[in-house]
């Protein structure tokens, strides 16, 4: 295939250690910025990686719903595969991949479920539709049809539909609610000329006024 030979230039504009934020979720946040500003698609899709209780590796595309100075959020089945990865390995990583500008910011840490009351609230705010789908879907397990999937929604509208009606509210169910991951380790990749890339990495450090040390990689 053509493409696979193809080669693009990075340009030269610098990441360098004087113009980091001394925060690294300040500076994830300026970042994330503008990369929406530059039009990047969905620019808070994020990869996620887990490995199982066999130690198997899997990765997926999700959506990151809140960063603060714990870490960042995402919600999930907590029964899918990626639940059941997070039950028995705690730890994940975090790949924006935000390719139109160059850039790209890798996360590593641990993680734990959010709290109910917190779960309850962003269920709250999500389109109905979604709220049923979360409610329906038994995520990553075997379906029959795609006909069985829409009748259960269909069976699942009607139950939560008054006798006028009028819509109920759709209660977020248990299987379903937020993680955290509170980060150890967050990289700021810029892509330069001929692959010399800009690798800055925040470390957790505890002894340090910031909490964090900056440490330059090679590309």
Do not use: C
């Not at 693009?8 to 504009?13: T, V």
């Not at 925060?23 to 199982?52: I, R, S």
């Not at 066999?54 to 595969?81: H, I, K, Q």
């Amino acid at each position: 295939m053509d493409s696979l030979a193809e080669h693009h230039d990075y340009g030269d504009l610098p990441l360098d250690e004087a113009g980091l934020d001394a925060d690294p979720f300040v500076q994830f946040t300026t970042w994330l910025a503008e990369a929406e500003a530059a039009g990047v698609e969905e620019p808070n899709a994020m990869v996620l990686g887990t490995v199982d209780a066999e130690g198997v590796p899997s990765s997926r595309t999700v959506l990151l719903r809140g960063v603060d100075a714990r870490g960042f959020s995402f919600y999930s089945n907590y029964s899918s595969e990626k639940g059941r990865a997070l039950a028995s390995t705690p730890a994940a990583t975090l790949l924006f991949p935000w390719y139109p500008v160059h850039r790209q910011v890798i996360v590593q840490g641990e993680v734990s479920r959010l709290s109910a009351a917190e779960s309850d609230a962003y269920f709250a705010s999500r389109p109905r539709g979604s709220q049923l789908a979360a409610a329906t879907s038994h995520q990553s397990r075997p379906v029959v049809s795609r006909a069985g999937l829409e009748q259960r929604v269909a069976e699942l509208t009607a139950r939560f539909t008054g006798p006028s009606g009028e819509e109920l509210p759709v209660e977020r169910p248990v299987h379903w609610g937020g993680y955290l991951l509170a980060p150890r380790r967050i990289e700021f990749w810029k892509g330069r000329t001929s692959r010399l890339h800009d690798r800055l990495v925040y470390a957790r450090d505890p002894g340090s006024a910031a909490g964090w040390t900056v440490t330059r990689l090679q590309p």
